[in-house]
Every structure is written in C-alpha cells, then in structure tokens.
C-alpha cells in the first residue's frame, strides 16, 4: 500500500517562498508521475503542476509557470514544490498526488494527507 | 483549457437510495475522466478512472458511465458514509477539475 507523507503546515509572509515535500513509501516513486494540487479554503481542486522523476519531465500549470518549482529527489523518493512571491490568495491545502504515466498524461491515484500553507502578514 | 461542470452542486437524499451525479466537459475528454470522493479534512479519494474503471477497494455500489462530453457517477444504493462532495477530472488536455457536487442526506 503506498503512503504519500507531506512535510507539516507553514505560515508564511507575503512575498516570501515555501517548499513543501512528499515522500513516497510502499511503492514504486521514479516511474510514475508526481504533481501538486492545491485546495483553497471551501473552494475546489486545481493542479498546479508536476513532474515525472525518470525522466525530469516538468509540467506546469499556465497561472504558476512563473513562481513555481517541482523537482523529485529519487533517492530518497521525495517530490519537492516551491512556490514563490506568495500572496494571501496561496493560501491553500495542497496536495501531492502520485500517478501512472500513460500515452495521454498522468492518471493520478494515490494523494498525500496534505500540507496547510497559510499566507498572512 | 477544458472547463468540467457538475451538476447538481447540491443532491439531498437518504440511505438507500440511488445517486446520479452529472459531470459535462466543454468539448470531448474521449475517457479520461476521474472522479473523487472527498470528506471533510480529508484528502479526495479515487473512486473511479478512465470514465469507468473502479479503483482499488472502491465498492461495487460505485459505477462511471459516459464518453466525450458528458458522465454520470453513480451511487447505487447509498451508504451513511458516502454523504461527502465528489469531483470530476479529466487529463485529455492538462489536467482540470469540476467545481463539486455535495451529496448530503
């Protein structure tokens, strides 16, 4: 059975970064995909973007091309998200999800527990 | 990008009865579409993959049907703990999600 285990809740300033980790157990983490979905307060699910570790394959959402980071270290079978310049609007749940690559993009299956990013002055 | 529209946003009904969910892409997502189930504080769950496909340990009460446009999740038979708010996914053109319906008794 694999586990997805995000790092733990962050307050950050506005302006500032935050990185947030995943790591992956029970279960294969290089060959399949791993991306980032986040969840604002009482809204709904948007990908963000995500990765594919074997290959070093980023793919990012339009709306955070410019601020966001996704790497995977195959070591030690962590997925890695940064996300710069934050504003009070990143506010958010996010969530790694892991998922099988297939000829028409990721078929995502497997979510951590979530990390609770709370952007405030 | 594909916007998904769920429909009802809201669905009342009682154990033991049945639940159809609608979830219509604005233009053809072939079979890749998901749905989720989500509860409170929790992280959303696989239910069903490529419009039809049960995932691991889903329940047989749980079935995906439709093509292209439009999808239907349903709920045979409901269970007390299957009131929560179910998504719909597609990944045929990036990756976006439906706005949710809440299913509550």
């Known amino acids: 059975q694999v586990q997805l285990v995000q790092s733990g809740a962050e307050v950050k300033k506005p302006g500032s970064s935050v990185k947030v980790s995943c790591k992956v157990s029970?279960?294969?983490?290089?060959?399949?995909?791993m991306n980032w979905v986040r969840q604002a307060p009482g809204q709904g699910l948007e990908w963000m973007g995500g990765?594919?570790?074997?290959?070093?394959?980023?793919n990012y959402a339009q709306k955070f091309q410019a601020r966001l980071t996704v790497a995977a270290d195959e070591s030690t079978s962590t997925a890695l998200m940064e996300l710069n310049s934050l504003r009070s609007e990143d506010t958010a749940m996010y969530y790694c999800?892991?998922?099988?690559?297939?000829?028409?993009?990721?078929?995502?299956?497997?979510w951590g527990q979530g990390t609770l990013v709370t952007v405030s002055s | 990008e594909i916007v998904l529209t769920q429909s009802p946003a809201t669905l009342s009904l009682s154990p033991g009865e049945r639940a159809t969910l609608s979830c219509r892409a604005s233009?053809?997502?072939?079979?890749?579409l998901a749905w989720y189930q989500q509860k409170p504080g929790q992280a959303p769950r696989l239910l069903i993959y490529?419009?039809?496909n049960r995932a691991t340990g889903i329940p047989a009460r749980f079935s995906g049907g439709g093509s292209g446009t439009d999808f239907t999740l349903t709920i045979s038979s409901l269970e007390p703990e299957d009131f929560a708010v179910y998504y719909c996914?597609?990944?045929?053109?990036?990756?976006?999600f439906g706005q949710g319906t809440k299913l509550e008794i």
């Open positions: 029970g279960g294969s983490f290089s060959n399949y995909g």
């Open positions: 999800v892991r998922g099988v690559v297939t000829t028409r993009g990721i078929r995502f299956d497997s």
């Open positions: 990765i594919i570790p074997i290959y070093g394959a980023t």
């Open positions: 233009q053809s997502v072939s079979s890749y």
């Open positions: 996914q597609q990944r045929s053109d990036s990756y976006t």
């Open positions: 490529d419009a039809s």
